[in-house]
């Protein structure tokens, strides 16, 4: 049986009108959902150094560690130090992260929380290694 080579015309001719299936994403800015899950940040006046999101990250891409500069201790009202509370930095791998987002569930405190920040492509990845400080 011979091919007939005109008979992809009248489908070339439908699909020329219709509406494009991908988008025009680097010109035009994406749609994100609700609950859209991207970048981590980390909020330094929150944290208590519980460690939670550290045992709960299954690409163990989270690391919490004591902040260099500490806060001086403050003098109570009866004349005797109070001690202060402790400052924690965190070092965030996302070149690991899988955007899970267990470590914003488990944490106490709500020091975690998750952007719709999704463009993170570097070609160092030095640069995917941020120290929340």
Do not use: W
């Not at 004591?66 to 109070?82: C, F, V």
């Not at 914003?104 to 709500?110: H, I, L, R, S, Y």
């Amino acid at each position: 049986m011979a091919k007939k080579p005109m008979r992809i015309l009248p489908e070339a001719a439908k699909n020329l009108f219709k509406k494009a299936a991908t988008s025009k994403y680097p010109f035009e800015k994406a749609k994100l959902y609700e609950g859209y899950r991207a970048r981590v940040v980390f909020e330094k006046e929150k944290c208590i150094g519980c460690k939670m999101c550290m045992r709960v990250c299954p690409a163990k891409a989270i690391e919490i560690i004591l902040a260099e500069n500490q806060p001086q201790p403050q003098t109570g009202p009866d004349g005797n130090p109070m001690p202060a509370k402790k400052l924690f930095d965190c070092i965030m791998n996302l070149d690991r992260c899988i955007y899970c987002v267990q470590c914003v569930e488990v944490c106490p405190k709500k020091a975690l929380a998750y952007t719709q920040d999704f463009e993170l492509a570097q070609l160092d990845r030095k640069k995917l290694k941020l120290h929340y400080k």
